[in-house]
């Protein structure tokens, strides 16, 4: 049974630093809902497990192609969570390269540019999933998607939905494939309401999504389409970033269907 001082584990651990997960092009995906999203996918390579967890998993660890038993002190130090579940998958990263992500006529996408959090990244990813979107885009100096925080708040959904690390040069890509390129602003000319009553938003569409501290970039506004506000009826200020993606990207799913 693997410990903490085991050099499969000391090289897993690893992978909880972005270089590492860079250099290796391989991540963690804690828990069992991870677990059983990452399998499906194909990308388990290594399935690590305390014998409870296996026990009570077994059906997971039947689908791994290798499976360690660990102990629960390994486990605490592969997993990135305060109460680990008590399974930690080593994957192979699943990005692919943009012109695979647009061959495949995507009606909806989300770009997020240059955001920082893993929170909301994964909150995006998750939100993008259920909305139907065909694929996720970090563009420029976002965070990294393997992040352990991205992957968890993902909840699965990083295996769903093509992941693609571009430039912010993107745009033109995007709009070449017959995307609309909408830009995300507090002062947007438009709002959501008035482009999905319009009919505006059937169109196939590439949402943009920028940080919360410093929105999309100036060259990402000036390349867009058009530049969009999420209606604030109340005394708000603003929407979170995953809340407006939220807004954004399920008033496309209702046009497109």
């Known amino acids: 049974m693997f410990t903490p001082r085991t050099p499969r584990i000391v090289a897993a651990r690893r992978l909880q630093r972005r270089k590492d997960r860079d250099q290796s092009g391989r991540f963690l995906a804690e828990g069992p809902q991870a677990v059983r999203e990452a399998l499906a996918a194909g990308a388990v390579l290594e399935l690590f ?23 629960d002190d390994a486990l605490e130090a592969l997993a990135e969570t305060v109460h680990p579940q008590g399974l930690v998958a080593l994957c192979e990263q699943i990005d692919v390269p943009i012109g695979e992500a647009l ?29 139907g979107a065909g694929a996720v885009i970090f563009a420029g100096d976002a965070v990294d998607p393997y992040n352990g925080k991205c992957v968890r708040a993902s909840a699965g959904s990083l295996f769903h939905v093509d992941v693609v690390r571009a430039p912010l040069s993107v745009i033109d890509l995007l709009q070449d494939s017959g995307l609309q390129v909408l830009a995300t602003s507090g002062t947007g000319d438009d709002d959501v309401d008035s482009l999905l009553d319009g009919g505006l938003l059937d169109a196939p569409t590439a949402w943009l999504f920028g940080s919360e501290a410093h929105g999309l970039p100036e060259p990402l506004l000036a390349a867009a389409d058009r530049r969009v506000r999420v209606p604030i009826y109340g005394g708000a200020e603003s929407l979170n970033l995953a809340a407006a993606a939220a807004v954004c990207l399920y008033a496309s799913a209702r046009a497109q269907r």
């Open 49 to 71: 497990g305390t014998g409870a967890a296996l026990d009570r998993h077994a059906d997971l660890a039947a689908q791994a192609p290798e499976v360690s038993p660990v102990t």
């Open 103 to 131: 061959a495949k006529r995507p009606r909806l996408v989300a770009v997020v540019a240059e955001i920082r959090d893993p929170g909301n990244a994964g909150t995006v990813l998750r939100t993008a999933d259920a909305a």
